[in-house]
């Protein structure tokens, strides 16, 4: 498919959109129909709830915090662990009590569950109040897929589908408006042999460099102060693109826009986490100390099963180039305990590494087994209960690293971004390396940048004192 027909096809949707702002009145009784989203999962999903709050928007849907008032619900679900799994049955099994009360009510599940054959069967079993399933490959088709569930009258399941396309200019409804974030890929090539996202986000793809930094531009125009680049690896932006431009590139080209505020980016992998990505960060004022480097595991036997491509050597090579190269650097990274097969030595090689690097915060997971992964079916003899004794290890360490990180902090002044209210007078901020300050100050403050000095540091919590606006 070229870019003719993604364009006709989003024509197709925007015209079914019209159409439904009438259908969806009346099927609400004759009032404006409300919608209720909720997200599980990463960024990504966060991101693609914004294009079908936006779609739903577009059909005339005013959107709601409240679940009891609205007459769509959409859940956009997360397959990462079956603890996420879990939390979506469990609030899925609730709403049946609200369809009971109101059967025009219309559920909707998407996301990273649904492109899993397994998942989509229990739903269609078990939940049968649930009107319709769609994975993550079709949100283009949105409209469409709403368009059919209530006029056809019967459930309707669309997944497993992956034509391999970006899909640009998508209505949006961003959740913030002073933080915002930016996909500039899709999907996963990787294959972390413990991991389902491959499989159910398909196929790595990257938007084209002029679609990013139009995009950018118009946050920075519309006042976004804080940009998140998002992707699985955002170091392999760029391939199969023939535009010669790589991640280091495109940063720099989002930062060069005129503008006061910050760009930073998640995830990269190490594997291809490269010297010019970290001097492109150090030499830009407007690009956030900051770097979220997953390292997995500290043993190289563990690393090699995970299929992660790299060494704990390789790792700590780039890890402490940035670190050298970026003053007040927050490196932060996520933790897998307990791969099938990892020994308690190898997991003290973890330690080692947590030790070494002194990670600002660290995203700790016990292993749980993907359906369809290779690790999925690799022994796996270490009990639950001996895994969450590791990772308990693992917390306490972290806990006085980030603790004594903190209480290194006490006496600077940063600049730093007003973001909520914490409570009555105390507001939250984070600076530019991610890390929160509490503040005195007004609400009206909240979005905008001021310097802050950092009067004390109690554990990892800080609390500082407004310098200079
Ligand atoms: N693309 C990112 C990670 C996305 S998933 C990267 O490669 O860094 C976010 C995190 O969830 C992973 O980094 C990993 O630590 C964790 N994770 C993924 N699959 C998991 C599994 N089966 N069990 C436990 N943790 C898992
Ligand atoms: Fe999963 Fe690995 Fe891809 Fe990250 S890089 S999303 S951990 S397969
Ligand atoms: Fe979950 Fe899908 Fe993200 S599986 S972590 S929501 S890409």
């Given amino acids: ?110 996301g990273c569950m649904m492109e899993q054959e397994h998942i989509a069967k229990k739903i269609q079993k078990s939940f049968p109040y649930v009107g319709l399933v769609f994975g993550t490959h079709v949100i283009h088709k949105f409209p469409e897929l709403i368009y059919n569930a209530v006029t056809g009258g019967k459930r309707l399941i669309e997944r497993g589908y992956d034509d391999g396309q970006v899909y640009e200019n998508l209505p949006l409804h961003r959740d913030g408006s002073f933080k915002g974030w930016l996909p500039i890929m899709y999907g996963c090539d990787n294959f972390c042999t413990y991991c389902i996202v491959p499989h159910v986000r398909g196929r790595e793809r990257s938007r084209r460099r002029n679609s990013v930094i139009s995009e950018a531009r118009s946050m920075v125009s519309a006042g976004y102060k804080d940009i998140t680049l998002l992707g699985q690896n955002v170091n392999s932006y760029g391939k199969g693109l023939d535009e010669g431009v790589d991640f280091a ?155 004594e990180r903190c209480a290194g902090m006490v006496g600077k002044t940063y600049r730093v971004l007003i973001e909520e209210q914490a409570r009555e007078g105390v507001l939250n901020a984070r600076t530019q390396n991610n890390i929160i300050v509490e503040l005195q100050g007004p609400q009206e403050l909240i979005g905008s940048f001021c310097y802050a000095e950092i009067t004390e540091a109690r554990n990892w919590i800080l609390r500082g004192k407004i310098t200079d606006l």
Wanted: aromatic share 8%; net charge negative; with cysteine.
């Fill in 1 to 110: 498919m070229g870019d003719n027909s993604v364009k006709t096809e989003l024509e197709h949707q925007k015209a079914i959109m019209e159409e439904l702002k009438d259908i969806l009145y009346l099927r609400a009784g004759n009032k404006q129909p409300v919608a209720f989203v909720r997200t599980y999962g990463c960024q990504q999903n966060v991101a693609d709830s914004e294009k079908i709050k936006g779609m739903l928007e577009e059909m005339g849907c005013a959107l709601t915090e409240d679940k009891n008032e609205a007459d769509i619900i959409i859940f956009n679900t997360c397959a990462v662990r079956e603890h996420a799994e879990d939390r979506v049955f469990g609030n899925v099994g609730q709403l049946k009590e609200l369809k009971k009360k109101k059967p025009s009510l219309l559920i909707g599940l998407c």
């Fill in 249 to 403: 590139d495109l940063l720099q080209q989002v930062a060069d826009i005129d503008g006061d505020f910050w760009v930073r980016f998640m995830t990269s992998h190490p594997k291809d986490a490269s010297k010019k990505l970290i001097d492109t960060i150090a030499a830009n004022d407007k690009i956030c100390n900051h770097l979220h480097l997953p390292f997995q595991c500290g043993s190289n036997r563990v690393l090699k099963h995970m299929n992660r491509r790299y060494t704990r050597e390789k790792y700590l090579e780039i890890a402490n180039y940035a670190k050298s190269m970026i003053p007040d650097l927050s490196l932060t990274s996520d933790v897998i305990v307990g791969f099938p097969g990892e020994t308690y030595e190898e997991f003290c090689e973890t330690l080692e590494l947590i030790k070494e690097v002194k990670f600002t915060s660290l995203f700790t997971f016990i292993y749980s087994p993907r359906v369809g992964t290779p690790a999925a079916k690799m022994p796996d003899p270490v009990s639950h209960e001996e895994k969450a004794r590791w990772m308990g290890e693992l917390l306490k360490l972290q806990e006085s690293i980030a603790a």
